[in-house]
């Protein structure tokens, strides 16, 4: 068992109680059914070709005796051990004729009758001949009267056996499916919460369709492995075994007939998993590559519309589905060729072979028409899971595969969550020479310093990938430094788990994310911590309480994905707000005004000036209007500082800031940065 294979039976282990009650349920079933056959083999050769074994003369008063032409016949095996009886009678069947003979030995062969005699013909030697009496049908029914109650009771016994059966398949598939829910219900949860304890960095480098192709797809298919192949598996071991054994006690020679299946099944699994493996792992990887297109496009439909890709995207589209296609055929083709319908061959081979060693006498006088109808039965019942464990080779591949594919998300190094609090820090932020690179050796930042005092707000601006953003992303722990230190509080922010950091910052980005909820919701982020009052009170703070009370359902005005019926301005005020909400020792805004109509944008400067006091705030912008009141503006250019200082000193430097600063108001500049 590989690593993937021990991974999927710890969970199983999780719920091992049901799952093994499941089995022992499945084991009942099976050993329930496989006296089916043994029943059967009884009924042929006791009650219903025992007619032909040798009766005896007894006496009248002897149960089970048979009355005919005066006298009363008891057959051998209803003797009892000190019954007096007289001469030997049979009653023999030619055709659908039965008929009487005074007698006891008749030899074997083809039966003919003609007049009161009756010849058999053996394949080797002479024909014999027997003086005989044809019986009627009340006749030949007496004979067979004893073995009615009999014959009945085995009968309802049979029945019985099949609904008992029935009750344990039932209880064992109710188990197993309750069970694999419950299995794959805590997989999709250990894999989301997982996946919310890993970096920023994973996110950037994977498309979001991928994961969530992982999270559900390929977590359904693993459900299968252990509603469907693990029932199929076990129940055809089981099946196996049991009825392999139940053929050598019936007889060696039939079982070593059939013997030859069990090697034959494995060398069909080992090829079917070596050609399966390599088509279901880029079929799974064609899924993850449509989700993440998918999710992409409809992200992005308002620009493939406004610029007419539609043709292109259908294109790349095609693309992909095409190549899932081509793999799919190729599993299909598989599939067809290893299916039910290569085990039907296998069977009747067997079939034929037993039936003509049968039909020339090659078995041997000990496999009788019961015994070989017993066979019958017991392979047929065999070879029906054998189908089963086929037919569930592609499922097993893909849950394999799956399965590797959301235990490579699991196994991606994650942060774990920090439990209980720290204290509100005041927000000093200092740091010391950082250097940064999200590839190796490709430096974003270089010897950053810099220190914010608590209550200062700190402007950063620059050109595009002049490292504004990733000074924030370091401040937060999004990623962490290579070089240099940064200290909150005079605390390096290293020695604090990262929710404790995060705990007393609050961000707004130029783009901000709402979730499905309400206003209101959007803004608390359902945290219990935070009231309503609260909520209330951070919308009238950056002033869109009374915007937002003009909706039909005020604050509580649903909110769908993404926020998309809210205009650019309202989206970014409830942003702003949540992070008041939240009371942060450490603000900042990543360009939160860029997307914002100057009206808006004066609300929110108003409020500013009102909350930024006692909190550290960190700003991007590009506007250079909003942040003309920064107690300290750093000037960034290919990840260094260039220029630091408040608005007239760096308008008095005439440097790249005095460039910038002109360039959008129009005016004429010396040497500008670009923005």
């Known amino acids: 068992m590989g690593t993937t294979g021990k991974r999927l039976f710890q969970y199983a282990m ?115 001949t027997y003086a005989v009496t044809r019986l009627s049908k009340d006749e030949v029914y007496r004979f067979y009267k004893p073995e009615i109650p009999g014959l009945l009771t085995l009968a309802v016994s049979y029945f019985g056996l099949l609904v008992l059966a029935a009750a344990f398949t039932y209880g064992q598939r109710m188990l197993l499916q309750t069970s694999a829910n419950r299995i794959v219900q805590k997989l999709r949860e250990d894999v989301f919460a997982h996946s919310q304890r890993l970096s920023v960095q994973y996110f950037d480098n994977l498309p979001a369709g991928k994961i969530v192709s992982r999270i559900t797809n390929d977590t359904e298919t693993i459900r299968e492995l252990y509603v469907a192949v693990l029932a199929n598996f076990f129940s055809g071991a089981i099946y196996m075994a049991a009825i392999l054994g139940a053929l050598f006690l019936l007889s060696p020679t039939l079982a070593l007939i059939a013997l030859p299946i069990v090697p034959i099944l494995f060398a069909w699994i080992y090829v079917y998993r070596k050609f399966a493996e390599r088509y279901n792992r880029i079929i799974r990887a064609k899924i993850s590559d449509i989700n993440a ?278 989206r970014q005020l409830i942003s702003f707000a949540r992070a008041l909400a939240y009371d942060p020792a450490i603000l900042i805004l990543d360009e939160a005004t860029a997307s914002i109509d100057t009206e808006t944008e004066a609300i929110i400067q108003a409020a500013l000036d009102v909350l930024k006091k006692g909190r550290t705030t960190f700003v991007i912008a590009h506007r250079l209007s909003t942040i003309r009141q920064a107690d300290q503006i750093l000037v960034l250019d290919h990840g260094e500082i260039v220029e630091r200082g408040n608005h007239e000193e760096l308008m008095e430097q005439k440097g790249k800031y005095y460039g910038m600063y002109q360039l959008q108001l129009g005016g004429a500049a010396s040497p500008v940065l670009s923005v």
């Open 14 to 128: 999780f719920y091992k109680k049901s799952i093994l009650l499941a089995l022992a349920f499945l084991l009942l079933a099976i050993s329930v059914e496989l006296i089916g056959p043994v029943i059967a083999k009884r009924m042929i050769d006791q009650n219903i070709l025992g007619i032909e074994k040798t009766w005896y003369e007894v006496s009248e008063t002897s149960d089970k005796r048979v009355e005919y032409n005066g006298k009363y016949y008891k057959r051998e095996d209803h003797l009892a051990a000190d019954e007096a009886k007289g001469a030997p009678v049979r009653v023999l069947q030619a055709g659908r004729s039965f008929y009487w003979y005074e007698g006891e030995t008749v030899v074997d062969g083809k039966r003919e009758v003609e007049g009161g005699t009756m010849t058999v013909t053996p394949k080797e030697g002479a024909a014999a």
């Open 293 to 570: 297109m998918i999710n992409e496009s409809i992200n992005g439909m308002p620009i493939i519309q406004a610029f007419r890709r539609q043709k292109q995207m259908m294109e790349e589209f095609d693309g992909h589905n095409k190549e899932f296609y081509t793999y799919q055929k190729k599993m299909l083709s598989l599939n067809s060729i290893t299916s039910h319908n290569l085990v039907n061959v296998i069977r009747n081979i067997i079939f034929i072979t037993v039936i003509w060693l049968f039909w020339g006498d090659h078995l041997g006088s000990a496999i009788t028409v019961g015994v070989l109808y017993a066979f019958v039965d017991y392979m047929n019942r065999m070879f029906q899971p054998i189908v089963g464990i086929v037919n569930q080779l592609s499922n097993l591949e893909t849950a394999r595969i799956s399965a590797e594919r959301v235990f490579q998300l699991m196994d991606e190094p994650g942060i774990d969550v920090a439990t209980g609090k720290i204290d509100r820090y005041k927000g000093e932020v200092s740091f010391k020479d950082v250097t940064f690179a999200y590839k190796d050796n490709e430096y974003v930042l270089k010897n950053i310093s810099f220190e914010a005092k608590q209550g200062q707000t700190v402007a950063l601006v620059g050109h595009t990938g002049s490292g504004k953003s990733s000074i924030l992303n370091l401040l937060f722990r999004f990623y962490d430094i290579e070089k240099g230190s940064i200290t909150v509080d005079g605390i390096d922010i290293r020695e604090t788990p990262k929710q404790h950091i995060r705990q007393h910052m609050g961000i707004v980005l130029q783009d901000p994310f709402l979730f499905t909820g309400t206003i209101a919701s959007n803004v608390s982020l359902d945290n219990p911590a935070i009231s309503r009052e609260t909520v209330v009170k951070a919308l009238k703070d950056v002033g869109a309480y009374d915007m937002f009370q003009s909706l039909p359902g005020g604050i509580d005005e649903p909110v769908i994905e993404k926020g998309s019926t809210l205009s650019a301005g309202q």
